[in-house]
């Protein structure tokens, strides 16, 4: 595991696009699993910007998100992929054929998990998984348990999670309780992974994920067992380990 820690969110942005141009320049054809939330937003903002100067092309990529909500509508400005579409999709020259989120109009959450699953296995699996984590150490939507699910999976939100996730929405009630997430072992599966976290409201968790046991407690802590590891984190979210 390498631990880059960087001044600000600013610092940190800049070194996370820096990876995944990496990857896009070495690789143009690429599978790029994403994330959401609001600590990649300035990464991929540098994306775009270095995609208009004509130093980045996506035409060949295919990309792989996380995880969506169940029951929002696509056009819902809450869904995933709406998000994507406005933060990153919508901006550059993806084909939008090939980038790829569990769907979550799908009811049937056993059928909507098995054909996404079988998305990512065919494409190949994520070459670089990027990855957010929350308060409580989830990644993707797999939040704190007793075990360490494998493959995509529907889940019932955290109560923290919820909490977290309600400001984006008009009132608490209208955060879906829901959603499909890659699993444990989806996720672990990609040939690198990139995690970017910024805050001091999450310095202990950091702490605790990767400097701590490995638990299911911790679902970042899995990390820990992964041969190729990047953590972009600004100085705030490092602010409770040595380095
Ligand atoms: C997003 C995702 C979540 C977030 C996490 C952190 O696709 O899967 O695990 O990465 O909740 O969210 P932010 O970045 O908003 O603190």
Same mark, same amino acid.
């Given at each position: 595991?390498?631990?880059?820690?960087?001044?600000?969110?600013?610092?940190?942005?800049?070194?996370?696009?820096?990876?995944?141009?990496?990857?896009?320049?070495?690789?143009?054809?690429?599978?790029?699993?994403?994330?959401?939330?609001?600590?990649?937003?300035?990464?991929?903002?540098?994306?775009?910007?270095?995609?208009?100067?004509?130093?980045?092309?996506?035409?060949?990529?295919?990309?792989?998100?996380?995880?969506?909500?169940?029951?929002?509508?696509?056009?819902?400005?809450?869904?995933?992929?709406?998000?994507?579409? /406005?933060?990153?999709?919508?901006?550059?020259?993806?084909?939008?054929?090939?980038?790829?989120?569990?769907?979550?109009?799908?009811?049937?959450?056993?059928?909507?998990?098995?054909?996404?699953?079988?998305?990512?296995?065919?494409?190949?699996?994520?070459?670089?998984?990027?990855?957010?984590?929350?308060?409580?150490?989830?990644?993707?939507?797999?939040?704190?348990?007793?075990?360490?699910?494998? /493959?995509?999976?529907?889940?019932?939100?955290? /109560?923290?999670?919820?909490?977290?996730?309600?400001?984006?929405?008009?009132? /608490?009630?209208?955060?879906?309780?829901?959603?499909?997430?890659?699993?444990?072992?989806?996720?672990?599966?990609?040939?690198?992974?990139?995690?970017?976290?910024?805050?001091?409201?999450?310095?202990?968790?950091?702490?605790?994920?990767?400097?701590?046991?490995?638990?299911?407690?911790?679902?970042?802590?899995?990390?820990?067992?992964?041969?190729?590891?990047?953590?972009?984190?600004?100085?705030?979210?490092?602010?409770?380990?040595?380095?």
């Amino acid at each position: 595991m390498r631990i880059y820690k960087t001044k600000d969110y600013e610092a940190m942005s800049r070194k996370a696009a820096s990876v995944i141009a990496a990857q896009v320049v070495a690789k143009p054809d690429c599978v790029l699993g994403l994330a959401t939330g609001s600590t990649p937003i300035g990464a991929y903002k540098k994306l775009i910007e270095w995609y208009e100067k004509g130093d980045l092309d996506f035409s060949q990529v295919t990309t792989v998100n996380l995880d969506e909500y169940k029951g929002l509508p696509r056009e819902n400005d809450q869904s995933y992929y709406y998000f994507m579409n /406005e933060n990153l999709f919508n901006h550059v020259n993806i084909n939008k054929e090939r980038t790829f989120l569990p769907d979550g109009t799908e009811a049937d959450s056993e059928k909507a998990c098995k054909a996404y699953e079988e998305i990512v296995r065919s494409v190949g699996g994520a070459d670089l998984q990027l990855l957010g984590m929350g308060h409580n150490g989830h990644i993707g939507f797999n939040e704190p348990a007793d075990y360490f699910p494998k /493959e995509t999976h529907c889940v019932d939100l955290a /109560e923290s999670t919820i909490q977290a996730n309600k400001r984006f929405f008009a009132s /608490e009630a209208e955060v879906p309780r829901q959603a499909y997430t890659m699993g444990i072992g989806t996720i672990m599966s990609a040939k690198k992974i990139l995690i970017v976290i910024s805050g001091a409201d999450k310095a202990e968790t950091v702490k605790k994920a990767f400097f701590g046991p490995v638990t299911p407690q911790v679902p970042a802590s899995i990390l820990q067992l992964h041969p190729d590891v990047v953590v972009v984190a600004d100085e705030a979210a490092l602010s409770r380990v040595e380095l």
